[in-house]
Structure formats: structure tokens, C-alpha cells
């Protein structure tokens, strides 16, 4: 069965870091690319940072470049979004999400662009 499963989100402090995890099963990291999204509250869904399987080039959304780091482990076939500087704003849903077609170049992450979707995990950033 193909599937991401996402974890690592909580309540943090402004500054504060979190790591989320995002497990992918049923293919390998490999083949497919990966992208993170998150979605306030009475917000449009955003792409955050996305990673070609080919070469491990990465994509980061301005809001987050400096602050934010996508990478991943073919081995445990999981992809890992590392949240520094955390602040308020980025309080959201996030959620990992696989690309629809096999060694798709990804740039700025488009939902429509991907087909397979985790179930979410929830960020929280206030003190």
C-alpha cells in the first residue's frame, strides 16, 4: 500500500525548532519526489519545500529559505522537514505528499503536481 505518514509536529515557542518526519511506504524515495505543504487555518493550502529523488535538489518557498530544511534518508525512506527560527506564522497543518509521475523534476511545489498525500501534522507556534 502507498502511503506517507507524517509525524514530529507540536506547541513550540517562537524561536523554537521542530523536526517533522514524513515515512513513505509502498514505493521508494528513490523513484519519487517529495514535497511539504502546510495549510492555516481559513488559508489556502501552501507548498513549503520539495526534493527531486534524482539529484536531492531542494526548493524552498521565501518564507522559509534560511530557516527550514528538507533531506531525506533512502535508507529509512523518510523525508525529514527541520523547522528552525519557528514563528507564529508558521502555525499550520502539515502535510508530505509524493509526486503523481515517477523522476517528475519539481521546482516549486504545485499540488497538483502531486498524488499521494499524508494525513497531516499539526504545528503550533506560540508562547
Known amino acids: 500500500q502507498v502511503q506517507l505518514v507524517e509525524s514530529g509536529g507540536g506547541l513550540v515557542q517562537p524561536g523554537g525548532s521542530l523536526r517533522l518526519s514524513c515515512i513513505a511506504s509502498g514505493f521508494s524515495l528513490e523513484n519519487y519526489g517529495v514535497g511539504w505543504f502546510r495549510q492555516a487555518p481559513g488559508k489556502e493550502r501552501e507548498g513549503v519545500s520539495s526534493l527531486n529523488n534524482k539529484d536531492g535538489t531542494t526548493y524552498y518557498t521565501d518564507s522559509v529559505k534560511g530557516r527550514f530544511t528538507m533531506s531525506r534518508d533512502i535508507a529509512r525512506n523518510t523525508v525529514y522537514l527541520q523547522m528552525n527560527s519557528l514563528k507564529p506564522e508558521d502555525t499550520a497543518i502539515y502535510f508530505c505528499?509524493?509526486?503523481?509521475?515517477?523522476?517528475?523534476?519539481?521546482?516549486?511545489?504545485?499540488?497538483?503536481?502531486?498524488?499521494?498525500w499524508g494525513q497531516g501534522t499539526q504545528v503550533t507556534v506560540s508562547s
Open positions: 505528499a509524493r509526486t503523481v509521475n515517477r523522476d517528475a523534476r519539481i521546482g516549486a511545489p504545485r499540488a497538483r503536481d502531486f498524488g499521494i
